[in-house]
Every structure is written in structure tokens, then in C-alpha cells.
């Protein structure tokens, strides 16, 4: 891909019309103004963003999206953005965390793979002006502590701050989806050490026993637990998620599918065109032509 990732190593700066704070954990971004040469990017981060005013549209892995004011946008990292356009009176409060940060600050519920999934298909909700107004105030929590001189307890400060925004978070979505909250179990934790597993995979293994072998069980094993947890087995919760890393490159439309191929760890392109009928009904030629026909209708 030849764009870059949006915020690699943050610091606080000012230029290119974004304004930034942050260090190499955690950003916090107030106006945006990113223009389509600079796109497509690649977001390196975990993503919560508010929309205080104005509205912006934009596309996420080739989807299209629109935010207004009061609206909450989250995303995963490795998302592509690309073809934003936003009007003048654009106003938002965006949070930026590396995934390493988020894992570090925050245990995952045992309903992360519902709330991922919501995540996924609806990225967006329309929050209630208490939970904006409470989203505001972290973010300036944040802001002043990114930017005060250092002390004993400024790290802990910060994290505790941030811990709180990814839990807000959690809470927003897992409501709007209606999801209840349950106990951990060994099953629990084993499978959501396996999503994180996952995640982080880029490009994603598409072997069970790469998971397994990692999380010191067997595949059988592994499996068992996944079926218990979501209903599907690891490998059709892999093969999901592989084949969304190859809609999001077909879509991207900045490699060839030959690179796609390499990029993706698969032996030969043709191995690639057998596992992409499979899973979408079509060779990646003519899904990318799909695409291309949709896009210009």
C-alpha cells in the first residue's frame, strides 16, 4: 500500500491543518484536514472519535460512512480511510490508542465478540448529550495531562483516564446492541486471548494450530471453546476474518491481486483465486470488477 499510517510514533505538533496531542501510546486529535492526496491512509490504532459539530463523510475499508454532530465513530486498527470529505464547521474529539496500549490498560469482556461484531457492521452511534458531554470531559482530562510538565503519578494518571474512555466505549456499544453483561470463565479468557491473537496476526494466519500452539491447547481444543463461546469454530471465526482483510484490499484497489496474494502469506495466486471464490462466489478479478461497477452506478 502506498499510504501511510495515520499516527505512527504521535507527538504534540501542529501542521498540516491537524492538531495533535499525544506521545507513543495515545493520541488525541481536534480537527482533521486531511486532503485525498495524502489518501488512502492505513489507521495504525485504536480509534474512538465524536463529532461535536458539522458533519464529515468518509470511507473505512471501502465502505461508506457519515457522521454528524453527536455521533460516535469507533474502529480497529489496520482500517484504511480514504475519499474524506467534511464541512467547514467539522468539530471532533478523537481518540487514538495502540492496540499494545488498549491491551495493556483494559481486560476484555467476556462479550467482546459480540460487541467487535457490532462494531464491524454499525461503527457508528448517535450518542445522548450526557455521553457526549462526559466523552468531552476525558478528552480535555486527557489533553491537560498530555501537556503538563512530568511528575510521580502523571503515567498513572493518563492511564486511568484512557482506561475509562475504552470502558465508556464498551458500555455505549454493548448497550445500543443490547448485550448483557456475563461472569469470566476459563473459556471466556481463553477465547478472548484468541481474538486478540487474531487481531494482531497482520497479515491474519489462516491455521488453526498457529492459534492453538500460541495459546498452549490443542486446535481440538481451541475449537471446542470457540463453538461454546460464539457459536462457530476457530477457523470459520479466522476464515471471517481473513476474508474481510481481502475485501478490504480488493477495495482499496492499490495493489495488484498479485500483491494481494504476497501480502496476505498465500503460496501462489492461483491458491489465492481458489480461496477467494470460496468465500465470495467470484475470482478476485471479477469481484474487483463487481466494485468497480457498483462504484459507478
Same mark, same amino acid.
Given at each position: 500500500?502506498?499510504?501511510?499510517?495515520?499516527?505512527?510514533?504521535?507527538?504534540?505538533?501542529?501542521?498540516?491543518?491537524?492538531?495533535?496531542?499525544?506521545?507513543?501510546?495515545?493520541?488525541?486529535?481536534?480537527?482533521?484536514?486531511?486532503?485525498? $492526496?495524502?489518501?488512502?491512509?492505513?489507521?495504525?490504532?485504536?480509534?474512538?472519535?465524536?463529532?461535536?459539530?458539522?458533519?464529515?463523510?468518509?470511507?473505512?475499508?471501502?465502505? @461508506?460512512?457519515?457522521?454528524?454532530?453527536?455521533?460516535?465513530?469507533?474502529? +480497529?486498527?489496520?482500517?484504511?480511510?480514504?475519499?474524506?470529505? +467534511?464541512?467547514?464547521?467539522?468539530?471532533?474529539?478523537?481518540?487514538?490508542?495502540?492496540?499494545?496500549?488498549?491491551? +495493556?490498560?483494559?481486560?476484555?469482556?467476556?462479550?467482546?465478540?459480540?460487541?467487535?461484531?457490532?462494531?464491524? @457492521?454499525?461503527?457508528?452511534?448517535?450518542?445522548?448529550?450526557?455521553?457526549?458531554?462526559?466523552?468531552?470531559?476525558?478528552?480535555?482530562?486527557?489533553?491537560?495531562?498530555?501537556?503538563?510538565?512530568?511528575?510521580?503519578?502523571?503515567?498513572?494518571?493518563? $492511564?486511568?483516564?484512557?482506561?475509562?474512555?475504552?470502558?465508556?466505549?464498551?458500555?455505549?456499544?454493548?448497550?445500543?446492541?443490547?448485550?448483557?453483561?456475563?461472569?469470566?470463565?476459563?473459556?471466556?479468557?481463553?477465547?478472548?486471548?484468541?481474538?486478540?491473537?487474531?487481531?494482531?496476526?497482520?497479515?491474519?494466519?489462516?491455521?488453526?494450530?498457529?492459534?492453538?500452539?500460541?495459546?498452549?491447547?490443542?486446535?481440538?481444543?481451541?475449537?471446542?471453546?470457540?463453538?461454546?463461546?460464539?457459536?462457530?469454530?476457530?477457523?470459520?471465526?479466522?476464515?471471517?476474518?481473513?476474508?474481510?482483510?481481502?475485501?478490504?484490499?480488493?477495495?482499496?484497489?492499490?495493489?495488484?491481486?498479485?500483491?494481494?496474494?504476497?501480502?496476505?502469506?498465500?503460496?501462489?495466486?492461483?491458491?489465492?483465486?481458489?480461496?477467494?471464490?470460496?468465500?465470495?462466489?467470484?475470482?478476485?478479478?471479477?469481484?474487483?470488477?463487481?466494485?468497480?461497477?457498483?462504484?459507478? @452506478?
Amino acid at each position: 500500500m502506498d499510504g501511510k499510517i495515520i499516527i505512527d510514533n504521535p507527538t504534540m505538533l501542529k501542521q498540516d491543518g491537524v492538531i495533535v496531542y499525544g506521545d507513543n501510546r495515545i493520541a488525541l486529535i481536534e480537527k482533521l484536514n486531511y486532503e485525498p $492526496d495524502n489518501l488512502p491512509v492505513r489507521i495504525d490504532m485504536v480509534v474512538g472519535l465524536v463529532c461535536l459539530n458539522g458533519n464529515a463523510t468518509f470511507y473505512v475499508n471501502g465502505n @461508506k460512512l457519515h457522521i454528524e454532530a453527536g455521533d460516535l465513530f469507533v474502529c +480497529h486498527p489496520n482500517a484504511i480511510l480514504s475519499d474524506n470529505e +467534511h464541512s467547514d464547521d467539522i468539530d471532533v474529539r478523537c481518540f487514538c490508542m495502540t492496540r499494545e496500549y488498549v491491551k +495493556h490498560l483494559a481486560m476484555m469482556p467476556r462479550n467482546i465478540w459480540e460487541i467487535i461484531l457490532h462494531i464491524e @457492521k454499525s461503527p457508528i452511534m448517535h450518542l445522548q448529550q450526557l455521553e457526549i458531554n462526559t466523552f468531552t470531559q476525558y478528552y480535555n482530562l486527557l489533553r491537560t495531562k498530555l501537556l503538563s510538565k512530568p511528575s510521580t503519578n502523571r503515567d498513572a494518571i493518563i $492511564d486511568s483516564l484512557a482506561q475509562a474512555i475504552i470502558y465508556e466505549i464498551q458500555d455505549a456499544f454493548a448497550t445500543v446492541a443490547k448485550i448483557e453483561p456475563v461472569k469470566y470463565t476459563s473459556s471466556n479468557m481463553l477465547f478472548s486471548r484468541f481474538l486478540e491473537l487474531l487481531s494482531e496476526s497482520a497479515p491474519k494466519e489462516r491455521e488453526v494450530t498457529y492459534y492453538a500452539d500460541r495459546l498452549f491447547v490443542s486446535p481440538k481444543y481451541l475449537s471446542a471453546v470457540c463453538k461454546e463461546v460464539c457459536g462457530n469454530t476457530a477457523s470459520a471465526i479466522i476464515g471471517a476474518y481473513v476474508t474481510k482483510e481481502v475485501e478490504r484490499l480488493l477495495k482499496a484497489n492499490t495493489m495488484s491481486i498479485k500483491e494481494i496474494a504476497n501480502e496476505l502469506n498465500f503460496s501462489s495466486i492461483s491458491f489465492f483465486g481458489k480461496y477467494v471464490r470460496k468465500r465470495l462466489g467470484m475470482s478476485p478479478k471479477h469481484y474487483r470488477e463487481l466494485l468497480a461497477r457498483n462504484a459507478g @452506478k
